[in-house]
């Protein structure tokens, strides 16, 4: 089993910024892919981000040139930081981790970026 916990979320305002982190632990083996989803409700789940344990990273792109993802290898961190939001990136943020053949999923963490 892997846990995801989430940290980072908050209130800002639109072209602020903001760094959400997330910590995988557990009995983790290698986690592959690591990356970032978001929510609003009524609407689906949404990929914003994702990155490889070699740093390849792809993104939506409606957060190109404004997100970066990063990871911590050694740590099973990854990061997301988010410059220049939007109101339209208010959602909560889920951490999910590729590991041994099963996706995991953090509780996820409310961002909300006022206009």
């Known amino acids: 089993q892997v846990q995801l916990v989430e940290s980072g979320g908050g209130l800002v305002q639109a072209g602020g910024s903001l760094s959400l982190s997330c910590a995988a632990s557990?009995?983790?083996?290698?986690?592959?892919?690591m990356g970032w989803y978001r929510q609003v409700p009524g609407k689906q789940r949404e990929r914003v981000a994702l990155i490889t344990n070699g740093g390849s990273a792809t993104y939506a792109d409606s957060v190109k040139g404004r997100f970066t993802i990063s990871r911590d290898n050694p740590k099973n961190t990854v990061y997301l930081q988010m410059n220049s939001l939007k109101p339209e990136d208010t959602g909560v943020y889920y951490c999910?981790?590729?590991?041994?053949?099963?996706?995991?999923w953090g509780k996820g963490t409310l961002v909300t970026v006022s206009s």
């Open positions: 557990g009995r983790i083996l290698s986690i592959n892919v």
């Open positions: 999910n981790a590729a590991h041994n053949g099963m996706g995991y």
